[in-house]
């Protein structure tokens, strides 16, 4: 049953833990920027409850579910009869609603990477992209890059197999022959280099270490993008500077890329990102209090 339409439709976040999210934030902006009446909460899940804690959600009444750690692949087992080809091929889903009593799942992430870069003036189209990382960020954002048009895709991650695998997988099932897609270790970044865009999708960030990466990766005017974010340039982002990547950018602008496509899913409406990601920006950088 959904719920009465006088009523805003309710929306939220799951995941453990996900007290820190910014999407009730952001996709509170993008209601008021829209004139859409929703409630968007956070919806904390046990590690061995998320599809009860789904079924619950949809069962009373509610209309879209955006998913977090460490659920996006138990979310794409969940909704598999119903994917979306972005949430097929990236094997993980961040965005859940419901249709005809059934469960959809797409994956926004990627999207929301691209737009991202487009934002920040990088021309995709017939650039040489290297991407840091094998896990499930890296492979949520393979196929967007790939789609966007650049001519070579070269994947590399600290444990050099599971580059290897996730490009050949990605390869099995894409049936794609564009871009020429490689992989290998850290230590083969500079293959193939250097590089127009770099995008950080290990998670070393979090430790505030960048990755170990060999020197000279940076083409002129190459665009370094980490999808962490903090009030600080992360440590990938100072790393970059100093090898001569001419822009450095955090994941916030992907953060609310991502969430736009969710809300254009739910709501059938685009919202604009650049005030809410204005608004962010600030609040990253206000003083604690
Ligand atoms: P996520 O879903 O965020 O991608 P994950 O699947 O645990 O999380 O993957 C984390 C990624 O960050 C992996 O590519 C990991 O490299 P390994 O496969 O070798 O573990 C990478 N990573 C984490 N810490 C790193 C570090 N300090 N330096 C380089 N890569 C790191």
Redesign the pocket.
């Known amino acids: 049953m959904t719920a009465p339409s006088s009523q805003p439709g309710r929306y939220a976040v799951i995941g453990n833990p996900v007290a820190h999210s910014r999407s009730p934030q952001i996709h509170s902006l993008f209601a008021r920027q829209t004139g859409i009446d929703l409630e968007y909460g956070l919806l904390p899940a046990p590690l061995d409850g998320f599809a009860a804690a789904v079924r619950d959600f949809f069962a009373q009444g509610g209309r879209g579910l955006n998913v977090t750690v460490p659920f996006k692949r138990e979310a794409w087992q969940l909704a598999e009869a119903n994917l979306s080809e972005r949430a097929r091929l990236a094997g993980a889903v961040n965005t859940l609603w419901q249709r005809d009593g059934a469960l959809h799942g797409c994956n926004t992430d990627g999207v929301g990477l691209v737009q991202d870069l487009r934002r920040l003036g990088a021309d995709l189209q017939g650039a040489r992209l290297l991407l840091l990382?094998?896990?499930?960020?890296?492979r949520g954002v393979l196929q967007p890059l790939a789609q966007a048009g650049c001519a070579r895709l070269h994947i590399v991650?600290?444990?050099a197999e599971?580059a290897r695998e996730l490009a050949s997988d990605w390869l099995r099932a894409s049936g794609a022959t564009h871009p020429a897609v490689s992989a290998g270790g850290?230590d083969e970044a500079a293959l193939g280099g250097p590089w127009d865009v770099v995008v950080n999708?290990?998670?070393?960030s979090l430790?505030d270490?960048p990755?170990?990466l060999p020197a000279g990766l940076y083409a002129p005017g190459a665009l370094a993008y980490d999808m962490m974010y903090g009030a600080q340039p992360t440590a990938f982002m100072r790393q970059a500077a100093a090898d001569g990547a001419a822009h450095c950018a955090d994941g916030l602008g992907m953060l609310v890329g991502q969430a736009a496509e969710s809300f254009y899913i739910w709501h059938g409406v685009r919202p604009d990102p650049e005030p809410v990601l204005q608004a962010l920006r600030a609040a990253l950088a206000a003083p604690a209090r």
Do not use: H, M, V
């Not at 990382?133 to 890296?138: D, I, L, Q, V």
């Open positions: 990382g094998a896990g499930g960020a890296a991650n600290r444990t599971r850290l999708a290990t998670s070393s430790a270490a990755p170990e």
